[in-house]
């Protein structure tokens, strides 16, 4: 036996439903957290709230102590509870209903032998002749009549409006069961492996046996020629008489039309009849083919309205995390005593891995900070966000640099199991006498500038952070005279290319600072943004770009 996939149709006031499959054997957890397999954006919803997991052949649901609990058709839960297609979960104002889906194994499909009624029509035919008939191997009918018409008619205006594709194809397979008045009847897609075809729908009425009369062999060909099949007088066939489940469910005959968009095949509709039920015919087939027509068309619209809606949620959410990260960063220049402090992060991606603080403290004591995650986007955006409340935590703390760095680096490391890095520089300053203590996790060398233009390097680290649990830090101490500038700045600064892929460098940054070095700290910022972005030009920078800027007057 087969497992089933099975499929959960989201609906979230204000929201488009959208569609999550649940794979066989696998667990998902579900709430308003940004970890969770399905996140429900509702303020309904617990952050931790439920859980749904394939145990034992059967799909279970279960509450995770949520504030406002979960049902399964209006009935509270409180243990595990099997679901059955059909169920709708109640979490919060969302309502997610439960379906059986595509089968994880091809359909199981009867080999029909050669003597067997087998009768073709090009769709290209049915589709462009204004008679609708028109084919090459079955002759067309006098006449279109008025039922056929009505039932056109009822095909198209049935299609119109959107629904999520779960609520499409059952939608579909109403409409073969109204119109053609199947035994059974299947809408099939090619399978995960692009080797056969799996069922995607079946009606959901239906019960009992999946099984279908309809050849492998021909239905390559009505996929790949794009040709609708007509069988006819399936009991005369010897191999099918062989077959006890035919014979169980009395096959009389069957039709097969693919979904055809005018671009491609996205898969086939199938439908039968038993015994003492008419047979099907030329007219019935026709009707099959401009439903399929109709469904693969508006199975491409569904698709694509999903993808843009899935685009807008992404781009929403990413602007949600562009104005979060913004809050977490310092919003404006600092002044403490005869030092100011002015610092500007401009992520490549709309969000980034680049982190910079400062932090007034006790006795006047202020603390920078300038860090770098490895990679880019919303990833590296998540752990920038966690180092800046370690950070804001351990220095609430009061502890010494190298136990903060130490702790940091430990936390990431069992968090990230060495597989993420970060580079970090850590630092105190006294503003009354320009001591600075720091600590160089790995991170770009800080310039320190005096007054009269004599550039240091601030060149002494230790290891960076994440990689090794064990790694020591030590804390190492240089003056910021009066008149002195301090630059920290991030590897998206050197190493931010032209188009001739020549870098920035270290040499032309050092340049620029000596350059602007008399500006206060806010505009010397905006000039070494701008020299970056002239030397780039026409490009933008490939990485986070970066810079903080202390100032001792």
């Not at 050849?215 to 099918?240: C, K, V």
Request: net charge negative; with cysteine; hydrophobic share 35%.
């Amino acid at each position: 036996m087969s497992a089933l996939k099975a499929t959960l149709t989201i609906r979230t006031p204000g929201e488009p439903a959208r569609d999550h499959v649940l794979h066989p054997g696998h667990s998902y957890t579900i709430g308003r957290g940004p970890w969770n397999s399905v996140q429900l954006n509702s303020a309904t919803a617990s952050r931790n709230h439920a859980r749904i997991a394939h145990r034992g052949g059967a799909w279970w649901v279960e509450d995770l102590g949520s504030h406002n609990g979960t049902t399964v058709n209006g009935v509270r839960v409180s243990g595990a509870t099997e679901l059955s297609p059909g169920d709708r979960v109640g979490i919060g104002q969302c309502d997610l209903s439960f379906r059986e889906g595509t089968e994880s194994t091809p359909a199981p499909m009867i080999e029909p032998s050669a003597t067997v009624g087998i009768q073709t029509m090009s769709l290209k035919g049915i589709l462009e002749s204004e008679e609708g008939l028109d084919t090459e191997s079955v002759a067309a009918p006098s006449k279109v009549g008025p039922e056929l018409l009505q039932k056109m008619d009822r095909i198209g205006s049935a299609l119109i409006g959107h629904y999520s594709l779960s609520e499409l194809f059952d939608r579909i397979m109403d409409l073969v069961v109204e119109v053609l008045e199947p035994a059974h009847t299947a809408l099939l897609v090619p399978d995960e492996t692009g080797g056969g075809l799996s069922i995607a729908a079946t009606p959901r009425s239906a019960s009992g046996s999946r099984e279908i009369l309809l050849s492998r062999t021909i239905a390559r060909r009505a996929f790949n020629s794009r040709e609708a099949i007509l069988i006819r007088d399936a009991p005369h066939d010897e191999r099918l008489h062989e077959q006890e489940s035919v014979i169980r469910q009395h096959i009389e005959s069957a039709l097969c039309a693919p979904l055809w968009d005018d671009e491609e095949v996205l898969g086939l509709l199938y439908a039968d009849r038993r015994f003492g039920q008419e047979h099907y015919g030329d007219e019935d087939l026709s009707l099959l083919v401009l439903l399929g027509h109709l469904a693969a068309v508006k199975i491409r619209e569904t698709k694509a309205l999903d993808r843009l809606q899935q685009r807008a949620r992404v781009e929403e959410e990413l602007k949600r995390a562009v104005e979060i990260q913004r809050l977490l960063l310092p919003a404006k220049p600092l002044v403490a005593e005869s030092v100011s402090l002015a610092g500007r992060c401009i992520p490549c991606l709309g969000v980034g891995g680049d982190y910079f603080d400062y932090i007034e403290g006790a006795g006047g004591r202020i603390t920078l900070a300038l860090g770098d995650v490895s990679g880019k986007g919303m990833s590296a955006a998540l752990l920038m966000a966690a180092i800046h409340a370690k950070v804001q935590a351990y220095e609430e703390a009061g502890l010494p640099l190298p136990v903060e760095t130490s702790r940091i680096n430990r936390t990431l490391h069992s968090e990230l199991r060495g597989e993420r890095m970060v580079t970090l520089f850590l630092a105190r300053l006294d503003p009354a006498t320009g001591r600075l203590e720091y600590v160089n996790a790995g991170h770009n060398p800080p310039f320190l500038l005096s007054g009269t233009g004599e550039m240091t390097e601030l060149s002494t680290g230790d290891p960076l952070l994440g990689p090794f649990s064990d790694a020591e830090y030590h804390v190492r101490t240089v003056e910021l005279p009066p008149g002195g500038t301090l630059l920290l700045y991030s590897d998206g600064v050197t190493e931010a290319e032209d188009p001739g892929e020549a870098q920035f460098g270290e040499e032309r940054l050092r340049e620029s600072l000596r350059r602007h070095r008399n500006l206060p700290p806010g505009e010397l910022l905006e000039r070494l943004i701008d020299d970056i972005r002239d030397f780039t030009h026409p490009e933008e920078p490939q990485d986070d770009v970066t810079l903080v800027v202390a100032k001792r007057g």
